[in-house]
């Protein structure tokens, strides 16, 4: 599986920015995708989940309710709508794959895509 994210770039605070990550493989309808930012000099972290039906979301507390995850089947394809943006969202934001049924640690996926950088300024 190969993952290719995009749509980040430089927004104020409070704005939005919707995030993709288009997968090639025959087996994205089967997998949880997630995404993960790292802050300069900080680890890599979650933000958020979604099972390969969509029927489960898992969102890290600092995002709830600003952030929301989607992913269209058809398209090969998984979303992150990020709205009122801080500053301290700003991150490279990463979409990652696996197989697992549920998973919130960077450990526990195989595939990565290439990250795409996303500023905030207050």
């Known amino acids: 599986v190969q993952l290719q994210a995009s749509g980040g770039g430089l927004v104020q605070a409070g704005g939005s920015l919707r995030l993709s990550c288009a997968a090639s493989?025959?087996?994205?309808?089967?997998?949880?995708m997630g995404w993960f930012r790292q802050a300069p000099g900080k680890e890599r972290v979650f933000v958020v989940a979604v099972s390969w039906s969509a029927g489960s979301t898992y969102y890290a507390d600092s995002v709830k309710g600003r952030f929301t995850i989607s992913r269209d089947n058809a398209k090969n394809t998984v979303y992150l709508q990020m709205n009122s943006l801080k500053p301290e969202d700003t991150a490279v934001y990463y979409c990652?794959?696996?197989?697992?049924?549920?998973?919130?640690?960077?450990?526990?996926?195989?595939?990565w895509g290439q990250g795409t950088q996303v500023t905030v300024s207050s």
């Open positions: 990652a794959a696996d197989g697992r049924t549920v998973a919130v640690r960077a450990h526990e996926y195989d595939y």
């Open positions: 493989g025959r087996t994205f309808r089967r997998l949880l």
